[in-house]
């Protein structure tokens, strides 16, 4: 009997429309988990390095967590996982809502799609009845759109869809993947979804998810339902508001946004504006989320309220909205709350990724004025930021004239635009939009997160680790009283030194092997939940949050009946963690790629950081190039992967 | 506990308006229900029931009641703050109309029970499991109705007589002890 798990994927081929019930290998779960663990060991298998993004051999990949439709709260998510069209690596891009649990609940772990469909589909998993639909009538419909009109011609209010719009359909660099609650917003996986010509996935479930011991497992959940409670009412003192507490961002529920607006960059990630946050924006700001929102709203089996439906036209709830998509249009057009509300909801129904499309929308009007984009090229578009926004939106959905090039990203669109364009193409990582941040002082433990995270997102990597020193040794004993979360007493230690100013303080401290520690240690924890299902809000991203290394053994293992300590789940999440590397290193990534965007800090220091950068690479294992050793790869029991890199030249055999 | 013309019933108050759509509290009715309890779960075991509607923002839930063995004519509109339900989304009824409130395997109704086990727990796991609050257990006294007069008990017994017979029917009572337990002597 499995636990936690179905034991069971769903192989669909969209070019020759046939579907398969296939049993996992029982090892892949023990040696990966789940989710983004067994994605990446699929990929790897089946995903060499010459294959394009949009090709029929590329592979698209829903998977849920180990945990994902148990009882644990917030276990929630699915990891969608293909190669990227923009960044042309491994792609994985989390989403909550409820889809994953559904899913499960139709007794499948992972929906794996491959091949390309001649005409517009939608794959419809009816409790473990699989079939293709045609979707011709949904063409250029928007995501909750075709949501709400797939769940009435099936009849089933209770029906999960996952659906792409206008921008997937014409495989836009940053579509997105929109499921209502939620999404897959970055690395443009709705484009890839588009290229199979799958205009959704929807599903229905009525079977059980057993857990290994009911009750041992059952005595974790309720200890973590009583933390959130005690933690939730007893907010850190000395962050800023919406870090304060569990979740994500609390972007919906609190409305003094002083910190994004005067420290964030607006436009194309240029311009800062101190004092920008007055009274009157504030009553404003205030007035208008208040009279948009009509409800603040949790995923599957959470009891954070992290999302909000939102009302910007006539119809009671348009869309859902969560974390910082509340301001980035806002920001990026120079706008107000207003503009980004409305935006937003066209944007949610074109199916676009919140971060790169306000950005490349940024990009292009900066283009303009610099004189790089001509008339010409923008023929017609209103004089005003919002109009050139909505009409860029537009354009890039459907890759019209401008829109086609803008369409794949900042990177891209500078590189075909030429004419000195890449240098306003400024915020990228690994050719990827990047958060609008732009600071003075170089932070080493940050410095390792935007250059080394995989994900190339810095909310992806960061999170139990205060972001800032505190400003008195008072304050920081305080904080680490009940710090129970972190993995050894150095990194309170670390942390009571750490000082905002003097030898203790940014970029020379953390010296680099306590950086090494704390990114490594933040990493692993979003590794963590990205096998195990479980949302980053309740887990790696917030400070002191329920779930921990400590906890987390016991409550996998009572669960999926894995047996694990804090070692050897530490180990198995290192393995993961290597092989999603692997994978990018087999298509070419390198230490010349894992670097964070050149004018993120004012004062950068090349020598530092590439200290930071091989004392890293030292500790996990890679050599100075980045590439995970032989030893490293056979003390995973990575062999296949040490096998191949040999074979491919990218490491050399070990003298007999 | 009771009083002479009312009763304590166990209840749950659902403000609708704080219900942010989690369905944790189907998560962990089927659980606590599954045998052995907390080994499964599956909110289509669940006897609550979200009613949700993302885009008309209707998030409504709704528990499991009786078991009704035909249709009825439930299939009017409430429309209450500009959000449009179905009357039939209300009923707690496990009913031929509808697939909800009944065991997904065997078709068997399913009922709230208010997590009635063995040892007793006071509050039902929904309403613990409901950190928004929108579920909330209480405790209330009811009116029992009008206690039943020696007339009414005549009326049904001369009923029961018409049909078995007077012997049949003194037979009976004597057979119960005349305690009206219901329980066997």
Redesign the interface.
Known sequence: MRYAETGFSLEVDLTRGSIERVASDPKHTEHYLGGLGTNARVMWDRVGPEVEPFSEENLLIFGTGLLTGSPLPATNRTIVTSISPQTRLLAFSMMGGFFGAELKYAGFDKVICRGKSPELVYLWIDDGKVELRDAKHFRGLGTLETAELIRQELGDPMIQVASIGLAGENRVFFASIEQGRSSASRQGLGAIMGDKKLKAIAVRGKKDINVARPVEFMAHCNDALSYIKVREQNPIQGVMPIVAGLGSPQEMRVHDEQWHTENFVWGNARHRRKGFWTKEIEEAWTGTMESARTRLLSCHNCPLKCGAAISVDTRICSYMMKCFSKLTYTMGAMSDLKFGLKIAQKATEHGVDAFSAPQTMAFAIELYEAGILTDKDVEGWPADSEGRFYWLLDRIVRREGIGDVLADGTYWAAQRIGKGAMAFAHNCIKKHEQLPLKLGMLNPIYFLMYSTGEKINITQIEGNFPQQPFPTKEQREDFIKDWEHVPDQRFKDWFLDWELRGPKSIPNYPPPDATCEIVHWQEMMHYVDDSVGVCAGLSSFPLKPPYHIHNWPAIISSGAGIPLDERSLQHTVRRIRTLVRCNNIRRGMRRADDKPPEDHWKNRFPELEAKLLDAYYQFKGWNADGVPTLATLRELQLDFVAGEFVERGILKSEAP | MKSTNGKTVKTIKIDVAKC?????CE??CA?FH?K??????????SRIRV???????V?LPVYAGEYTASECAGRDKYVID??EYDECAFCRASCPSRDVFKE?DSDLPLKCDMCESDPTIKTPKCVE?C??EALVFEEREVEDGKAPSVDDVDIGLRALAGVHGWPKVMDAASRLGGAGTGKKS
């Open positions: 942010n759509g989690c369905r944790a998560v962990i659980a599954a052995p309890k907390y080994s499964s779960t599956n909110p289509a075991r009613i949700r509607d993302q885009v008309a923002d998030y500009g959000r997904p499991w950190l928004a």
